[in-house]
């Protein structure tokens, strides 16, 4: 059974900092792009983070640049969204989700994603 499963969610006070996992199972990661989303109360999903398959080159929403930042752990089949200075904008359920690459279309955009993982919840309150 192919499936993601985040993980490391939680609730911290502003300024703090979490660190997401992404783990495929199923599947290898390294082949897919892989992306990180968010969806705020009230508010519709977006791109968070996007990472590539080959040579695993990085994007991020300007909102979130310089304060997070997207890995892959290869041997462990996962891959980190490390979120430092976090503020309540980033109040969230953060979902990953993968995509095979193909040929014309952009792999680290929503309507992209093959598989999707159920989501974490990261609430950033004082």
């Known amino acids: 059974q192919l499936q993601l499963v985040e993980s490391g969610g939680g609730s911290v006070q502003p300024g703090g900092s979490l660190r997401l996992s992404c783990a495929g199972s199923g599947f290898t990661l390294d082949y897919y792009y892989v992306a990180w989303f968010r969806q705020a109360p009230g508010k519709e999903r977006e791109g968070v983070s996007c990472i590539t398959s080959a040579g695993g080159r990085t994007n991020y929403i300007d909102s979130v640049k310089g304060r997070f930042t997207i890995s892959r752990d290869s041997a462990r089949n996962i891959v980190y969204l490390q979120m430092n200075s976090l503020n309540s904008e980033d109040t969230a359920v953060y979902y990953c989700?993968?995509?095979?690459?193909?040929?014309?279309?952009?792999?680290?955009?929503?309507?992209?994603?093959?598989?999707w993982g159920k989501g974490t919840l990261v609430t950033v309150s004082s």
């Open positions: 989700a993968a995509a095979m690459p193909l040929f014309g279309r952009d792999s680290c955009r929503e309507w992209s994603m093959d598989y």
